[in-house]
């Protein structure tokens, strides 16, 4: 049987962008936005999708049909209705104008409530919101999430924040459920992304790819254009067989900036938006430069983001003492990005050709790796071994009990461990369970996750 989704309920006082926030996960405009507290009447449902997160969400805008100053015994009543069977609670606060006592009040009522909350410090765009975001770790309801409904940035984080409260529900959990395997939907175009920072190359490598010279490049960083998502067909030097590609372009999205140092920020941004669409993410190094922290950052939220990614460097037509160069970095990516293990390293010549169909195929074999959905039977064997040859601990004597293991999710490769005082297991623990899984299933190279969960 197909469970029903997940229910997440957003709660806050007038004006703080629930609205917005509700037309953001849904979709569409569907909910009134306006600057005037209570113009939203109804509370109001939709089917919402946070970066293939289904769920359905509640927008409770409609219990501020008053100039309300606390919460009255009405909307606390409403509230709890809502919230009855509620997988989670996003309670949205306005970081721009700073927590306010109807926040505290509806955070101290929340605390009280058995549902998990999430606080979202939304209208997070600009160092105006900072105080705000700061202020809203005292509500005692965990880290916030800095997000801008408005401008859709912090939807990744609010992702991950709100994943491990509605992931099990999801309905592509069911067919795993019932133990079947191979059920998964054939793979399309592959979407890739090449980020890294300003004059790594990613226009040039890009209209080499596409072989054409539409897209503007030159010496000067951040020198690009408009384009954002390419349809191109990859013809496979080893087949023959034609393969199509979304290429999501970043660089393009940059061209407003004036100064160098908002240059260096913006790419991470752009990075982010490009890593949101991309299934494959390339980051592209410069020989000439080497691995520096920003590429750390972006290869780090790359795979935060649960994208497989890959690193290229690129220029290798004017790398000097390359093999000295190619080591020191797959060293420097091992030490800067412990999550995964055995990254892809390729190096490249985007102005030569180097080394692009080898890239282009491995994109490939590591979406098929970063889709793989591994046999339950031999999922759950090599559980009793790794447990076997290294038992839980058993903090103040008494054992933590992991009782089996099942893959959630494809795309990244997600796993649940069930069983009891898991809130003790370390996180040495955890690693030891996601490295043996890379290693034992071949995951090399994706971000692979590992959840906890006691049955209730
Ligand atoms: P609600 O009453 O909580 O449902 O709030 P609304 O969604 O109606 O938003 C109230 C106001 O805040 C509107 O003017 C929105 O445009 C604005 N707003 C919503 N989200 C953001 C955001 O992320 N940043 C900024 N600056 N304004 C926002
Ligand atoms: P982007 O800012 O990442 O899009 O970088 P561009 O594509 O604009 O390239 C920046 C500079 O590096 C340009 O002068 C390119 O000609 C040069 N460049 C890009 N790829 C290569 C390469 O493989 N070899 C060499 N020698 N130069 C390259």
């Known amino acids: 049987m197909p469970n029903p989704l997940p229910t997440v309920v957003i709660v806050g006082r007038p004006n703080v ?77 306005d970081a721009r104008a700073g927590l306010s006592p109807l926040d505290e009040e509806i ?54 924040a709100l994943r491990p409260h509605i992931e099990f529900k999801q309905p592509e959990d069911t067919p795993e459920w019932e133990g079947e395997e191979g059920e998964d939907p054939p793979l399309g175009p592959l979407k890739l992304a090449i980020v890294g920072r300003p004059n790594a190359g990613k226009s040039t490598l890009i209209n080499r790819l596409l072989e054409e010279d539409r897209l503007l490049t030159g010496p000067e960083a951040g020198v690009t ?49 490009a890593v949101d669409f991309a299934e494959v993410v390339v980051l592209l190094l410069d020989a000439t430069q080497g691995l520096e922290h920003q590429d750390l950052k972006i290869a780090a939220m790359a795979i935060e983001e ?73 999922l759950n064997r090599w559980f009793d071994d790794a447990l076997m040859n290294n038992p839980p601990p058993a903090p103040k004597g008494r054992r933590i009990k992991l009782r089996y293991i099942t893959q959630a999710a494809t795309r990244p490769p997600r796993f649940v461990v069930f069983g009891t005082r898991l809130d003790m297991l370390p996180t040495s623990y955890e690693r030891y369970l996601v490295n043996g899984i890379r290693k034992t299933f071949g995951l090399e190279g994706v971000p692979v996750r590992v959840n906890l969960r006691s049955p209730k």
């Open 225 to 273: 254009r408009d384009s954002i998502a390419v349809d191109w067909e990859w013809t496979d030097p080893k087949t023959g067989e034609a393969r199509e590609i979304k290429l999501i372009d970043t660089a393009g999205m940059r061209k407003k900036a004036k100064v160098v140092e908002k240059l260096e920020k913006l790419s991470v941004a752009d990075a982010r938006r």
């Open 306 to 378: 649960g994208r497989a990614l890959m690193i290229a460097i690129n220029k290798w037509d004017i790398a000097e003492e390359p093999s000295s160069l190619f080591n020191g970095i797959k060293e420097a990516l091992g030490e800067g990005l412990a999550q995964v293990k055995g990254l892809p390293v390729f190096s490249v010549s985007a102005i030569t050709g180097k080394g692009l169909d080898q890239m282009i195929g491995a994109a490939f074999e590591l979406r098929e790796t970063w889709s793989k959905r591994v046999p339950t039977a031999a």
């Open 17 to 93: 962008g629930k609205s917005t926030l509700f037309n953001r996960l849904v979709g569409k405009k569907l909910a009134l936005v306006d600057d005037q507290p209570g113009v939203t009447r109804d509370r109001r449902f939709g089917d919402a999708s946070l970066l293939g997160l289904d769920f359905q969400i509640v927008d409770t805008a409609g219990w501020e049909d008053e100039n309300i100053k606390t919460l009255s015994g009405r909307m606390r009543q409403q509230t709890m209705a809502a919230l009855e069977g509620a997988d989670a609670a996003l309670f949205v606060i």
């Open 107 to 160: 955070g101290n009522w929340l605390r009280e409530q058995e549902v998990p909350v999430i606080v979202v410090a939304n209208k997070a765009e600009g160092r105006a919101a900072e105080g705000g975001i700061y202020e809203s770790f005292a509500l005692g309801l965990g880290d916030p999430v800095p997000l801008s409904a408005e401008h859709g940035t912090g939807v990744a984080d609010l992702f991950d």
